[in-house]
Structures are given as C-alpha cells and as structure tokens.
C-alpha cells in the first residue's frame, strides 16, 4: 500500500514538473505598455499601474486587486520580477513556480 502511494506521488510529481513549462505564464503591465523591465512589478503596482496575466496562447486575464494581494501571499518572487509592458511582452521572464511547501518534502 505504501509502495503504491509513493509511485502515485511520484508519477503526479513526474506530471506537474513536465506539464509546467507548457503552461508557463507572463505578467505583463497593461497600464503602460512601454515599460520595459525598468522597474519591477511591485513598484508598478506602487503606482497604480494594472497587470494582467499572459498564457503561452496569447490569452489574457486582467488582475484584480484582490487577486493581486493573495498570489502576493503565495508567491512573493512573482513581483519581484521587472515589469514589461504589452509591447515587450515576449521579453518578460515567466512567473516563478511557487515553492514546495515543506509537508509536501516530508
């Protein structure tokens, strides 16, 4: 039984870990769509500036402040990285996985 949930957790850890990078995904400013990576995402955000977040796909997803606020809890690096605006979208690095949480390492 042990056996068969350690092979479990590995072939969903095997998943994730290959299925990440096809899904990566870029903060992209949408305020001021000429930043180009002058400053970080916090201190945009600072000035009133809004965010969005990029898929692979193109596709779009507009960040409220409430959203801004929690995935600033889960995943602090995500705003540390430089701001890009919309016209240098393909310069902006790919949002930080988040870190593994220490219950999940045993």
């Known amino acids: 039984m042990k056996r ?4 479990a ?3 969903v850890a095997f998943v994730v870990l290959f299925s990440s990078g096809a899904m990566a995904a870029k903060l992209i400013c949408i305020s001021n769509q000429d930043i180009k990576g002058e400053m ?3 201190k945009c ?4 500036m809004e965010f969005a977040i990029m898929d692979d796909n193109g596709f ?4 409220t402040p409430r959203e801004i ?7 602090p690096k995500a705003f540390e990285m430089p701001g890009f605006g919309l016209k240098h979208h393909r ?3 790919k949002i930080p996985p988040l870190p ?3 219950e999940v390492l045993g």
């Open 45 to 48: 955000l600072a000035q009133g």
């Open 4 to 7: 068969t949930v350690i092979l």
């Open 91 to 93: 310069l902006a690095p």
């Open 60 to 63: 779009v997803r507009i960040l």
């Open 40 to 42: 970080s995402v916090n």
């Open 69 to 75: 606020e929690l995935t600033r809890k889960l995943n």
């Open 100 to 102: 593994v949480s220490p």
């Open 9 to 11: 957790l590995l072939a």
